[in-house]
């Protein structure tokens, strides 16, 4: 917005919808202009040196026009430094307003008298449309007016043989500048809250056609959509107790009566292709007699279910004109066949249980496997196992971490190889693994696993060594699942600090 025109400007009121956003904006081009303004400033300099020559400034020098336009040049220069680093400062606007005041002083001090120039700065402070920066700004003019008055009055009165002395020219003058400056108080808050009122009304009006257009765009895509997205669409009219079918655009009207049926003739239709195992859900949701209260004070219901030939389908209730009460009188109802929608879900459920590098399921599955066991009594086969890959971070260090996905990977076909259809195993961390296994033969399905691990080798590393510990609920009968996996953990973990300690290594793969 720095480089924001009326134009822009009128066009940015058609989009605000706040004042305070409409204010904040102001300022920067206000800013902008004012800066204009200061750099128009430059040429106060050859325009009095101008008066000098015809003699209109007789006490005034040329230096006093040369310092003028040099001073200028510099707040011009620096202002619009200060409006680049802050454009919606009031205060950047203040200090422009503040440098052409002592401008004027100046110029009066050096005996450059342009009077109507004192009313200028206030009229221009009026375009921030802000009450009390134009009383501000109001204020410090007339100080500086007062400033100046003071500076030139022994001038004045010395030359002038209507006053007696400094202080009656003062007082006079000053007279003279408060009496126009209590008619530009009156005149510029006139004019400021006018101006607050005009845009206040015009972004009110402008956020309600805003909002009405939104509305309207919204139901207008609702209406050119639902041809396209849904499979079936009805309109129901509970006041006249009618159906009409949206879809075939006939529009033919159907009537509706309760004492005879309380389903739609598309409804009729429908339910000789939904699953036995859905039929009666799907006969209670569209159960036209019970629609109202189901629907009251929503905006829809929705409900989804299987047909026998096409797969899923939701079955909606839009409520789109209703009683004060949120009673809906006037329904839109749809169907659409949703089973792509059912097989990404069931995918995405699938990812969000299973680790990638693996396929093992992940931690997230664990939790909500052991969940259950929160709840029920354990099986008296139950047992969960904690595995830990051996020096994987030195072969990650080392080798790559090819090296380490390869172990990895070894891990996890070691352990879905031996149990399989006798449990399910997870990966639950870089290295760590769980698995869950139903068995009363633990130490064939163990001695099986180290087996293969042992006898494992692959292109990157040459070994694969494991940590294990098991927990079975005929053991400790009389703990939780939770407690079952700590004890797994802490005999895998004294199984790992055994296996550093007779071969050597640290953890981070030395000897």
């Known amino acids: 917005m720095t480089n924001m025109n009326f134009s822009e400007l009128q066009q940015y009121i058609s989009k605000v919808t706040d004042y305070p956003s409409f204010i904040r904006e102001n300022r920067v081009m206000v800013n902008r202009y004012l800066n204009t303004v200061l750099w128009f400033c430059i040429l106060t300099g050859p325009a009095i040196a101008v008066g000098i020559k015809l003699g209109i400034f007789e006490v005034a020098s040329y230096t006093t026009c040369f310092a003028i336009s040099i001073l200028m040049s510099i707040v011009a220069f620096l202002h619009r430094k200060i409006i680049k680093r802050w454009p919606y400062s009031k205060h950047v606007g203040l200090l422009a307003l503040l440098a052409m005041e002592l401008l004027i002083v100046f110029m009066v ?6 009077h109507i120039t004192w009313f200028f700065i206030p009229l221009l402070g009026i375009l921030f449309c802000e009450t009390k920066l134009f009383i501000i700004i109001l204020i410090s003019n007339y100080v500086a007016m007062l400033i100046a008055t003071w500076l030139i009055s022994p001038y004045n009165a010395g030359i002038s043989t209507s006053y007696s002395n400094a202080t009656d020219y003062f007082i006079n003058t000053i007279l003279g500048y408060t009496i126009e400056t209590i008619v530009m108080l009156v005149g510029g808050l006139t004019i400021t809250n006018i101006l607050i009122n005009y845009f206040t009304v015009l972004i009110s009006r402008n956020k309600e056609s805003i909002e009405n257009a939104e509305r309207l765009k919204e139901q207008m895509t609702i209406l050119f959509s639902m041809a396209e997205v849904y499979d079936n669409v009805n309109l129901i009219d509970l006041k006249s107790m009618t159906e009409m ?20 003739k598309m409804n009729h239709l429908i339910k000789r292709q939904v699953s036995p195992d859905h039929l009666d ?6 159960n036209l007699r019970t629609l109202e209260n189901r629907l009251k004070g929503k905006r829809f219901i929705y409900g989804e279910f299987i047909n026998v030939e096409t797969g899923w389908f939701r079955a909606q209730y839009i409520n789109v004109e209703s009683y004060e009460n949120g009673v809906p009188y006037l329904v839109v109802y749809t169907v659409q066949n949703i089973n792509m929608d059912k097989r990404r879900e069931e995918d995405l459920i699938r990812i969000s249980l299973t680790d990638e590098l693996t396929q093992l399921f992940n931690r997230r599955s ?5 969940a259950i066991y929160k709840n029920s009594a354990l099986e008296e086969d139950f047992i969960i196992a904690s595995i830990d890959i051996n020096r994987l971070k030195a072969a990650n260090d080392t080798l790559g971490h090819a090296a380490g996905d390869e172990l990895i990977r070894a891990t996890a076909n070691c352990l879905t190889s031996v149990i399989q259809d006798s449990g399910k195993v997870y990966r639950t961390g870089g290295d760590e693994f769980t698995a869950i296994i139903h068995s009363h033969n633990i130490k064939a399905i163990d001695k099986e696993i180290r087996k293969k691990a042992a006898a494992w080798k692959g292109n990157y590393c040459d070994s694969l060594a494991i940590s294990i510990g098991y927990a079975a609920h005929k053991d400790y009968p009389d703990v939780s699942v939770e407690e079952l996996r700590k004890i797994a953990d802490n005999i895998m973990y004294d199984e790992k600090t055994k296996y550093y300690q007779e071969t050597g290594y640290e953890r981070r793969g030395r000897r």
């Open 366 to 370: 664990l939790d909500n496997d052991l």
């Open 245 to 264: 079918s949206l879809s075939d655009q006939s529009y033919n009207t159907h009537e509706l009566d309760f004492e005879k049926h309380a389903h739609t």
């Open 281 to 286: 859900r799907f006969l209670e949701f569209t």
């Open 109 to 114: 001090y050096n005996h450059i008298h342009i």
